[in-house]
C-alpha cells in the first residue's frame, strides 16, 4: 500500500499544477488589456453622458446635451470640425456650460409659444455654420433658430437709442473722439543696411520712384501697394520710428532707420491735424455702443426674471468636467445645487 503522507503530497502536486494551468490560461495579453481598458473607458464616457446636469422645472438636460450645444455653437472648440484645437481649458468650458443653461432657459420659456421656422430660415441658419453639413443635428438648429426670434420679438422688440441719448453720450465722452495727429505712411523695408543705403541712395536723385522700388525691392507685406501702410496716430509706432516719421514734410524721403524688423526707409503723402470728430460722424459708432448695453441688460433682467419664475437646478458635480465659477475656483460642493449662478454669469 502507498503511505498516506504519499498520497496527499501527489495530490497537493496535481492541485497545484491544475491551478497553474489555469492562471496561464486566463491571463490577459497586452492586447486584451488596451481592449479593456477601451471599452472601460466607453463604458465611463456613455455612462457620463447620461448624467442629469440642468433641470428646468420637469425638463431634464443631460452632459451629452451640453456636448451637442457645443457641437453646433462653437465647433472648433468640440472638435467636431475636425480641425486640431487646443483643448480648451474648464474656464473656457465652464462660460459655454453657462451659455447652455442660459439657451435652455431662454428655449423652455419660447416653448410655450408657436414661432414658426420656415425651410428659407433653417437654409440661411445652416449656411452660417461652420461644421458639416451631414454632421448637423436639425433638431438643435430649430432650437437655436426659435431661441433667436423669441429674444427678438419679445425681448429686444422695442429697445431703440435716441437722437437725445446719442448726444448725450458724445458730450460726456468728448475725448474718446478726440483724434492726435495723423500720416498717411507709406515703406520700404530691407534686410541689410548694404540694400537699404543702395535704395535710398537711388531716391536721392528720384523720389518719384518710391513706390516702384517698393514693389520691386521691399520684404514688408504691403510691398505690392507699393509700401502703404496706411494712416497712424500719433502714439502708435515704436519711438524710435514715431520720432522720423512725425518729423517728415509731405513727399519727403527719410533716412534709413534701424529696427528689430531691419531697416527702414519712410516717406508720408498726407498729414492731418489733431482734431475732434463731429457728432455726425461718429453716431453709428455710438448707437452701436448705446444698442449693445441696451440688448445686454434687456437680456440680464429677463434671465433674473425666469430665474425667479422657474425651478432651475444645476448638478455642478456631475458634470464631465471641473465647473469654476467666474473667479477660476472650483466648486466643491457635495450635493445637488440649486442655483442661478449660470445665469447670472451672463454677457448679453
Known amino acids: 500500500m502507498v503511505p498516506v503522507m504519499k498520497i496527499k503530497v501527489i495530490a497537493l502536486i496535481l492541485v497545484l499544477s491544475v491551478v497553474l494551468v489555469c492562471f496561464h490560461c486566463r491571463k490577459d495579453t497586452p492586447a486584451d488589456t488596451a481592449a479593456q481598458k477601451k471599452e472601460a473607458e466607453a463604458a465611463a464616457r456613455e455612462a457620463s453622458g447620461k448624467k442629469i446636469v440642468l433641470k428646468i422645472n420637469e425638463k431634464k438636460f443631460s452632459n451629452s446635451d451640453f456636448k451637442n450645444f457645443l457641437e453646433l455653437q462653437y465647433p472648433d472648440i468640440s472638435n467636431s470640425s475636425g480641425n486640431p484645437s487646443p483643448k480648451p481649458s474648464e ?13 435652455k432657459t431662454v428655449l423652455y420659456i419660447a416653448d410655450q409659444y408657436d414661432i414658426p421656422i420656415d425651410e428659407t430660415e433653417l437654409q440661411e441658419y445652416i449656411g452660417k455654420l461652420n461644421v458639416s453639413k451631414d454632421s448637423i443635428d436639425m433638431a438643435s438648429v430649430i432650437e437655436a433658430i426659435k431661441v433667436r426670434k423669441y429674444l427678438y420679438a419679445s425681448v429686444y422688440d422695442s429697445i431703440d437709442v435716441s437722437e437725445k441719448e446719442i448726444r448725450a453720450y458724445y458730450n460726456k465722452h468728448l475725448e474718446e473722439f478726440r483724434k492726435k495727429p495723423e500720416v498717411l505712411l507709406y515703406q520700404i523695408l530691407l534686410k541689410d543696411k548694404e540694400t537699404a543705403l543702395r535704395v535710398r541712395g537711388i531716391l536721392d536723385n528720384n523720389p518719384q520712384r518710391f513706390e516702384e522700388l517698393a514693389k520691386k525691392e521691399s520684404i514688408s507685406m504691403e510691398a505690392k501697394q507699393g509700401g502703404r501702410m496706411g494712416f497712424f496716430e500719433e502714439g502708435t509706432l515704436p519711438k524710435d520710428m514715431e520720432q522720423v ?46 444698442m449693445s448695453e441696451k440688448l445686454r441688460l434687456a437680456y440680464q433682467d429677463f434671465l433674473a426674471s425666469a430665474a425667479r419664475d422657474l425651478a432651475i437646478t444645476i448638478k455642478y458635480n456631475d458634470l464631465y468636467f471641473d465647473y469654476k465659477n467666474i473667479e477660476g475656483d472650483t466648486r466643491d460642493e457635495n450635493k445637488e445645487t440649486i442655483s442661478t449662478d449660470s445665469l447670472n454669469n451672463s454677457s448679453g
Not at 531697416?263 to 460722424?281: N, W
Open 91 to 103: 474656464l473656457l468650458i465652464s462660460r459655454l456650460f453657462d451659455s447652455f443653461v442660459q439657451h
Open 245 to 290: 516719421v512725425f518729423s517728415l514734410s509731405t513727399h519727403t524721403i527719410s533716412p534709413v532707420v534701424e529696427s528689430a524688423y531691419g531697416f527702414h526707409i519712410f516717406k508720408i503723402t498726407e498729414k492731418k491735424r489733431g482734431r475732434l470728430l463731429y457728432l455726425e460722424k461718429v453716431k453709428p459708432e455710438i448707437k452701436r455702443i448705446l
